[in-house]
């Protein structure tokens, strides 16, 4: 066939996401409210705003964790670009084992903390039918490598390791998949400055070295700077101000970036 005539996937030209009018109550409360946006590829989109303006709430509707009230969530999965809100659920679960990953603030939730560190990280492929145990055994010694914990701490369990490990191994353990996408929530809050800058700096790495896709959920807009490309500031649910992530910090437009970013920038 010449090239003239060579099919274009039209799949290839979609974004990887498509957030569309997603909205989520909780009864009466407000959780998140017409949120619109899109990722490509290699992207790494920033979510910042205060406690309580909905940044979980989003992810956890990005990530299929939780129903919207409205809207949809596209995505290019390797099933087709699939409305995640509205896929059956045997379909959901496989892609999330596999395609998506979610890493947590609170390591207790994101991993298990009786097995091994490597047994952690075996999990998911096994979930995707690796059977070859001398093989899950060396993938999740170099994923420990990689995200840079001694592989010899592959038989013990996380909870000897400490806060900042423990999200570096739940950071292994979601890519071993080499899902299409990642989306972390406030990854790096509740540890030492120090370990923070450890932790962003692999994740640095990562981002460059793997061309991640992510969404990063932080209050804190400095983890934000670092890591993402664009930022969504969030406010009442609602998305108020999009933008380029050097733009939106150095020169904000809403009044309430302004006071987000001089109240956080403020000695
Ligand atoms: P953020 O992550 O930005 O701190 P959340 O998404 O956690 O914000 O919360 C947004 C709003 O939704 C808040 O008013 C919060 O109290 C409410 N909310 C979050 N989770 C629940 C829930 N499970 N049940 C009821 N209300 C909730
Ligand atoms: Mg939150």
């Given at each position: 066939m010449s090239n003239r005539h060579k099919k274009i996937n039209p799949r290839e030209k979609m974004p990887l996401l498509r957030v569309q009018?997603?909205?989520?109550?909780?009864?009466?409360?407000?959780?998140?409210?017409?949120?619109?946006?899109?990722?490509?590829?290699?992207?790494?989109?920033?979510?910042?705003?205060?406690?309580?303006?909905?940044?979980?709430?989003?992810?956890?509707?990005?990530a299929g964790k939780i129903p919207p009230t409205n809207g949809s969530v596209f995505f290019n999965s390797d099933q087709g670009f699939l409305d995640l809100c509205h896929t059956e659920e045997a379909v959901l679960r496989k892609i999330m084992r596999s395609q998506?990953?979610?890493?947590?603030?609170?390591?207790?939730?994101?991993?298990?903390?009786?097995?091994?560190?490597?047994?952690?990280?075996?999990?998911?492929?096994?979930?995707?039918?690796?059977?070859?145990?001398?093989?899950?055994?060396?993938?999740?010694?170099?994923?420990?490598?990689?995200?840079?914990?001694?592989?010899?701490?592959?038989?013990?369990?996380?909870?000897?390791?400490?806060?900042?490990?423990q999200q570096r191994l739940q950071i292994a353990a979601n890519l071993v998949t080499d899902p299409?996408?990642?989306?972390?929530?406030?990854?790096?809050?509740?540890?030492?400055?120090?370990?923070?800058?450890?932790?962003i700096d692999v994740l640095k790495k990562l981002v460059n070295s793997l061309n991640l896709s992510m969404i990063l959920v932080?209050?804190?807009?400095?983890?934000?700077?670092?890591?993402?490309?664009r930022l969504h500031v969030m406010k009442d649910g609602k998305i108020v101000e999009s933008g380029l992530s050097d733009q939106i910090l150095d020169d904000p437009r809403e009044p309430y970036t302004q006071l987000l970013v001089s109240s956080i920038l403020k000695p």
């Open positions: 009018n997603l909205s989520k109550f909780y009864g009466q409360t407000l959780g998140c409210h017409e949120v619109n946006f899109e990722l490509d590829k290699g992207e790494v989109i920033g979510i910042v705003g205060e406690s309580g303006s909905g940044k979980s709430t989003l992810l956890k509707c990005l998506t990953g979610f890493v947590t603030q609170n390591s207790v939730e994101g991993l298990r903390m009786n097995i091994s560190a490597g047994g952690n990280i075996g999990e998911r492929l096994l979930a995707n039918g690796m059977r070859n145990y001398s093989q899950i055994r060396k993938i999740a010694e170099g994923w420990l490598e990689t995200v840079e914990i001694d592989s010899a701490r592959m038989d013990d369990l996380p909870t000897t390791f400490s806060g900042g490990m299409k996408i990642i989306l972390m929530d406030e990854p790096t809050s509740g540890l030492d400055v120090s370990v923070q800058a450890k932790l932080t209050h804190d807009l400095a983890v934000a700077r670092l890591l993402s490309h």
